[in-house]
């Protein structure tokens, strides 16, 4: 059973920073890319970054060079540091596996909300 755990979220000033935590179930983390994504209110879910299993890295235009993923592969952790964080960054953030055959696996999401 594939679990994930996010961490981190919370209520920060424009211009702070947070970082999120997604732990996974071992026997899935080193085997598929993962991927941040978040939701705002009266919106759709969008992707933020994604991480491949060689380290390679792809981000949303609104938050490149602002936001970096990273994964620990000693701890199956995978990470979202944000820095000068924005109102428009406010959103519910999820963490996702990308799994085979399209398959994809969730966590639960963590609040972040930018806010002063």
């Known amino acids: 059973q594939v679990q994930l755990v996010e961490s981190g979220g919370g209520l920060v000033q424009p211009e702070g920073s947070l970082r999120l935590s997604c732990a996974a179930s071992?026997?899935?983390?080193?085997?598929?890319?993962m991927g941040w994504y978040r939701q705002a209110p009266g919106k759709q879910r969008e992707m933020v970054a994604t991480?491949?299993?060689?380290?390679?890295?792809n981000y949303a235009d609104s938050v490149r060079g602002r936001f970096t993923i990273s994964r620990d592969n000693t701890k199956n952790t995978v990470y979202l540091q944000m820095s000068r964080l924005k109102s428009e960054d406010t959103a519910v953030y999820y963490c996702?596996?990308?799994?085979?055959?399209?398959?994809?696996?969730w966590g639960q999401g963590t609040q972040v909300t930018v806010s002063s």
């Open positions: 996702k596996v990308h799994g085979p055959y399209g398959i994809s696996w």
């Open positions: 071992a026997s899935i983390f080193s085997t598929y890319a």
């Open positions: 991480i491949t299993t060689t380290n390679s890295t």
